[in-house]
C-alpha cells in the first residue's frame, strides 16, 4: 500500500523519536542499521524528512538526527505518511484505477471502503508518541 521509502521514513522517524526521548542524537549508519535499510536510500529518506521538518538534522561531531518531545507528542502517523507518499495515498484506488470512485466503482470499492476508513482514522489519530512507548517498552520492533 506503502511506497518502500514510506515504509522506511515511517521506522526511521519511531527510531529516532525514541533515541531523542533518551536524549541521544542518532546518525546515518546507526539510523540505516537499525531499520535494516539500505544506507544511501535511508539518507534520501531522512533528507526528505528534514526538509518537511519532522526531524531535525545537526551537524558536527556531535550532531545527528533528533525530534524534539514537542514534536513527538504532536506528530500523527498520517503526517509521515503524507510527507512521503503524498495526501492522496490513502483515498487512492486499491487496484490502482484512476477513474475508480463511488458513481464508478471497481470491482473491490465498497468493500474495501471501509477498511480504508478505518485505515485513515488509524493514521490519523495515532501519535508518534503512542508507537515510540511500545517500542521503548520492548512490546514491539522495528527491524526485520
Known amino acids: 500500500m506503502f511506497s518502500k521509502a514510506c515504509e522506511y521514513a515511517i521506522r526511521s522517524v519511531i527510531f529516532i523519536a525514541d533515541k531523542s526521548l533518551q536524549g541521544q542524537r542518532s546518525n546515518l549508519h546507526e539510523i540505516s542499521e537499525g531499520i535494516n535499510s539500505p544506507l544511501a536510500f535511508t539518507a534520501k529518506i531522512l533528507q526528505t524528512l528534514t526538509k518537511s521538518g519532522l526531524i531535525e ?16 507528542n504532536k506528530t500523527k502517523l498520517i503526517d509521515i505518511v503524507t ?21 464508478h466503482p471497481c ?22 508518541r503512542e508507537v515510540v512507548s511500545d517500542l521503548s517498552l520492548l512490546n ?3 527491524r526485520p
Open 57 to 72: 538534522s545537526m551537524k558536527g561531531p556531535n550532531g545527528g538526527f533528533e525530534i524534539s518531545t514537542r514534536k513527538i
Open 83 to 103: 510527507t512521503m507518499d503524498g495526501p492522496e495515498v490513502l483515498n487512492r484506488c486499491v487496484l490502482g484505477l484512476e477513474k475508480c470512485s463511488d458513481k
Open 107 to 128: 470491482p473491490v470499492h465498497h468493500k474495501f471502503l471501509p477498511i480504508r476508513n478505518e485505515l485513515l482514522s488509524f493514521f490519523h489519530q495515532t501519535p508518534l
Open 140 to 142: 514491539t520492533f522495528i
